[in-house]
């Protein structure tokens, strides 16, 4: 079965259980590039994050195949909470690891789900690389952020909404990291309405996929913090999404700090919306280039809304 069709059977899987999440036209956005701008509000979903659709997607495939062995992930918290949501939708007993630096807010979300959690390392990709050994070790089942095919086409879902109201925007814009998200919107976006624009965007302190897929080849990068914590950190160099993002993604932005921080304040005086970090990478990423989508119909995917209250009182 190919990505495609394992999209549309998430679709299936998961529409009971995830929140079809609001397609905002945004007046602010549109006048800012003399376009049309929608904003695609993942930050409504249930766990704040559109987290949500991958790990369900995934833990109920597994369901489905007979799969009893203990399902573990490694993660700065969103894909956690989602992985720990769907656990406990499932009525399945899970662990989840996180780095040191884990924003409190999140952990304390996951916390509010009867799973267990582990403290290892001190950024994603270390956390990351330590459980898959101990996974391997222990007999358990590693569930990535992204690099699994099932939870790239729980992420996909959320382009098959948007094409349910927009079939053929002229660009949609996702915020990377590991490269579940865009590689399961790229996905069922290139096949339906192939003419469409696929932008990736990373902060200029973190941007191991832009800088690998330019140079068409694995990039280890030493990252820099960034308020966009929940894209931060590299990918796994056999990385399945490496691939997709080669493939789909037509071309990268990157956004400095203080871009992504002003875009984090003006949904906020714009829109009323609380952000996260990576949601504001995408915002960040057409305001610095607003002439290129100009006269064009544009989706920015807004990724999630779990944005610790410290940080939030410091950038606004």
Known sequence: MNLFEEITQASERITDDILQT??????WLSDACDGDVYLKLESEQVTGSFKARGSLNKLTWLQEQ????????ASTGNHGLGFARACDLLGIQGKVYLPHSAVESKVEAIRAYDIDIEFHGDDPFQTEVF????????GWCYISPYNDRQVIAGQGTIAMEILEHIPKPDNILA????????SGIGTYVKRKSPETTIIGCQPENSPEMSVSVRAGEYKEITSKPTLSDGSAGGFERDAITF????KLVDRFILASEEEIASAIRLMVARHHKIIEGAAGVAIASLLKNAARFKDQSTVIVVCGANIAIEKLRVII
């Not at 691939?243 to 080669?246: P, R, V």
């Open 66 to 73: 007979g799969n009893n062995t203990l399902p573990v992930t």
């Open 22 to 27: 609001p397609l905002l036209y945004s007046h």
């Open 243 to 246: 691939e997709q993002c080669k």
């Open 175 to 182: 915020t990377v990291g590991g490269g579940g998200l865009i």
């Open 131 to 138: 459980l898959r050994q101990e996974a391997d070790e222990q």
